[in-house]
């Protein structure tokens, strides 16, 4: 049962060398795949296909997307807000929110995925005090 602790000191040493290295190894190779993440999720919201606004003839999201709300969703769960590249993520969300204040303008029809985007936007909004995207979207 105590077979480890009975066992040399050297011994010893080398098991808690080999458990903190690998542990330290996982620990930065699965922050690495997180970061990676994200910036893949920025990426494929910048490539989501845009529309010229009704409004004022800028290029905008289409909110009522299944693909552009599984993104927004997604980056809304994965950011803290300590990442080097936060003015990317505040970009794609103030894009989202002048395509929601363009699709409340023309449209206003309620839609699932349009309700749960302008939720998402707010919601971030509020956490990270946008007041320029909280005063587009009131």
Known sequence: MNFFFSLPDDIKSHIYFFIKTSSANF???SWRRY?????F???SIYSLPK???FIDNDLIYSVVFKKTYLLFKKLYNITTGNESYFSDIYHCFYLLAVSIDDYEWVSGHDNYYYAYNKFYCISIALKFQWNDILQLLQ
């Not at 970061?35 to 910036?39: A, M, R, V, Y």
């Open 27 to 29: 620990i930065i190779s």
């Open 35 to 39: 970061i990676s993440h994200k910036k």
């Open 41 to 43: 999720t920025i990426y």
């Open 51 to 53: 529309f010229n606004s």
